[in-house]
């Protein structure tokens, strides 16, 4: 299932671009020309993920981001003019999520997005599991993370993600996918398969790389990820994408 995503902005210009490249990377994403459209909509299906601007008219978008981090605990972007350089400190002092000045690169919009929705969902796991380990505050800037299109893997916390809702992975099958998340596009040999997940010198049948792989791929297909594992005939495997 695709995250949910509202965009609350007077300015169509900005919604529209934002939308058509939101939803090109399959988020659902629906816009609203206020903050209080937006939160009423809110009440009756919760996003996953608000993007606010500051300036609208009747509540601005500070206002309805605090109502959703106190309701929810939503994740909030703002989106604020360039010439307002106190609303970052203003935005940081409401624990709103993340800060854009217009005009804004679309692939930093959706880099914040990303890292987001994988903390929330963090939040999520750990909330079930009765953890107490805090989330770190920034976890695109974490070394441990790996991504991949719209797959990423937290390391420390050995978990696969895919549009930040959690995958159900075996051991070996988190080991397979964190290798080729680790080379991204070259190819990856059975051998280096083998030898990273068993230890090298292991006498270990290449095909069951093979069938992990297969294993791999229904589960990224289930999920609805553009990730796929192309075969490289004679060698092993590689990463691309739908």
């Not at 009756?44 to 009747?58: E, F, W």
């Not at 992990?212 to 999920?223: D, F, G, M, N, P």
Request: net charge positive; aromatic share 6%.
């Amino acid at each position: 299932m695709s995250n949910l995503i509202y965009l609350a902005d007077n300015d169509l210009g900005t919604c529209r671009r934002v939308k058509d490249f939101l939803q090109s990377l399959n988020f659902d994403v629906e816009c609203f020309e206020t903050g209080d459209q937006l939160f009423n909509a809110f009440q009756h299906k919760p996003c996953d993920l608000a993007i606010l601007n500051s300036v609208m008219p009747s509540s601005d978008g500070f206002l309805i981001g605090a109502k959703l981090k106190q309701q929810m605990g939503t994740p909030v972007i703002v989106l604020t003019p360039q010439s307002a350089t106190e609303d970052h400190a203003f935005s940081v002092s409401l624990g709103l999520d993340a800060y854009l000045t217009k005009p804004f690169c679309l692939s930093k919009l959706t880099t914040y997005v990303k890292a987001l929705l994988i903390k929330n969902q963090l939040r999520h796991v750990q909330a079930q599991q009765g953890a107490m380990t805090a989330v770190p505050s920034t976890p695109a800037a974490d070394e441990r993370l790996l991504e991949y299109a719209d797959v990423a893997i937290c390391k420390n916390r050995r978990m696969a993600l895919c549009n930040g809702v959690g995958m159900s992975l075996t051991g070996t099958e988190l080991q397979l996918l964190t290798l080729l998340l680790t080379e991204g596009h070259r190819a990856v040999s059975r051998k280096e398969m083998i030898d990273t997940i068993w230890g090298a010198g292991k006498p270990v049948n290449h095909r069951v790389t093979d069938d992990i792989v297969k294993r791999l791929r229904k589960k990224l297909k289930s999920v609805g990820s553009q990730v796929i594992i192309d075969t490289v005939w004679g060698f092993g495997f590689r990463l691309g994408t739908a």
